[in-house]
């Protein structure tokens, strides 16, 4: 061979390594990534878990089905945290400039993690979406662009079993002189809603004790030992992995009956109950909306994704509780996703658009039945002060072998939670050097743009 057929051979080949690397750019601007913080391991894995797969079935479905986000393929990454708070920031440093655009939004599926990146969210412009969970007061979107508690927030959890207790006794001022323990983790998760119970005990003269739990749970033989000495009319658990079940075994080797135990709606899974047995039958927990069952989103989750053998975890658990939870959790992000596409177009976008849709969701009951989340979840409306955009709850009870509902909805008072919410935000914002959102000339502002 000549050296000048080496040469052509070379710049045809060139061309040829060219061109592949042009399609795989062209492949991958169109792409969309969403990372996915998870805990598969430790002794979090089986309530982690069942949520994880839950919100990658969901990437998976809208992929095979719809074929991606308005034209833009979804691609994801895990990163297992254990539940750890450094892992998990290690985990958003590392994913947080994946994919063309970088991370669309996060969810670390803890609170502890939630208050480690707040501060870099808002640096970084990446949406923190924390479902359920994470800084009650950032519900206040004009003191937390970047944070969204979306359904509600743990001082929402506290109010709404406040309003239950109330209830069942025959009115909130029946609740006066009754003893309520709260039994939790003692992390930045149990103790979120302990400002929202002491300011309603004082409201309605209950007596209110707290009794911390040591990570990961397993050892409460002190916190119910003062159970069994104080004897509360109730135990409200915020627990969750293994605390949850532990909790139920000691409140049998105590005596204390499970119709007067509601936990949090992260210790309200089937992980929780099935462990303890017969035992657990009566226990009651709050709903982050929705219960167990299958409704017609799981119904396409099984038809287009473990139909074809491309199911994340085990096809019973879809349904289940946590699995749902999670499946809400990525249908919110792909919602706000959809919703950014709206201003900015379908094609890839940073987590600053990603936060403009997040803050202008409207999912009507119209919206989410057309979703397949009919009887899963109610509408939820944001706005630039408003990051929850829902407040509800209900109850549901353990019979056994399933959850059933036992409550009607409940909203939280939000005439109670709204200065709270105000005040602790301005605390963080003074700590921080920060200035308010002014919501009026930000939303002036994106008008103007809109027109021309």
């Known amino acids: 061979m000549t050296f000048k057929a080496v040469r052509t051979l070379a710049a045809a080949a060139g061309v040829v390594a060219a061109l592949a690397g042009a399609g795989s750019a062209l492949a991958q601007a169109k792409e969309q990534f969403v990372p996915v913080l998870v805990y598969r391991t430790g002794p979090y894995a089986p309530n982690g878990t069942p949520w994880a797969n839950g919100f990658v079935d969901y990437l998976k479905l809208v992929t095979a089905r719809d074929g991606g986000i ?162 509360p009319d109730y135990v409200l658990l915020w627990g969750w992995g293994v605390m949850n079940a532990a909790a139920i075994r000691e409140a049998v080797a105590t005596g204390f009956p499970r119709d007067r135990m509601y936990g949090v709606w992260w210790a309200g899974a089937e992980p929780d109950v099935t462990p303890v047995g017969a035992d657990a039958k009566g226990y009651h927990a709050l709903t982050l909306q929705h219960g167990a069952g299958i409704s017609k989103v799981h119904q396409e989750i099984l038809k287009h994704v473990h139909d074809k053998g491309q199911g994340t975890g085990p096809k019973d658990e879809v349904g289940q509780v946590l699995y749902t939870r999670g499946m809400m959790n990525a249908m919110l992000v792909v919602e706000g996703i959809k919703r950014a596409q709206d201003r900015y177009g379908k094609k890839p976008l940073k987590g600053e658009e990603v936060r403009w849709g997040l803050e202008n969701l409207t999912l009507t009951q119209d919206k989410l039945d057309a979703l397949g989340f009919a009887g899963v979840m109610r509408p939820v409306t944001t706005v630039c002060r408003d990051h929850q955009g829902s407040q509800w709850g209900r109850v549901h009870t353990w019979d056994g072998g399933k959850w059933n509902f036992s409550s009607d909805w409940y909203e939280a008072d939000m005439s109670i939670l709204r200065p709270m919410i105000r005040k602790t935000a301005d605390t963080y914002l003074a700590e921080k050097k920060l200035t308010r959102r002014d919501c009026a000339a930000d939303v002036a502002a994106q008008g103007a743009a809109a027109k021309k």
């Open 70 to 231: 308005g034209g833009v393929k979804i691609i994801w990454e895990e990163c297992e945290t254990g539940y750890a708070t450094d892992r998990g920031v290690e985990c958003y440093e590392r994913l947080k400039g994946k994919g063309p655009t970088g991370a669309a939004a996060f969810n670390p599926l803890s609170t502890g993690i939630t208050f480690a990146l707040t501060d870099k969210a808002l640096v970084d412009k990446i949406p923190i979406v924390t479902m359920g969970y994470g800084r009650s007061e950032s519900a206040d979107g004009e003191a937390f662009p970047y944070n969204f508690p979306l359904l509600g927030s743990y001082w929402v959890a506290a109010d709404i079993l406040v309003q239950h207790l109330g209830k069942v006794n025959g009115g909130l001022d029946k609740l006066k002189g009754k003893k309520i323990a709260l039994v939790y983790h003692d992390s930045p998760f149990g103790r979120e809603p302990i400002p929202l119970l002491q300011e309603r005990s004082k409201m309605h003269g209950f007596e209110l004790t707290t009794l911390p739990v040591t990570h990961p749970g397993v050892e409460q033989k002190a916190a119910w030992l003062q159970i069994r000495q104080n004897r």
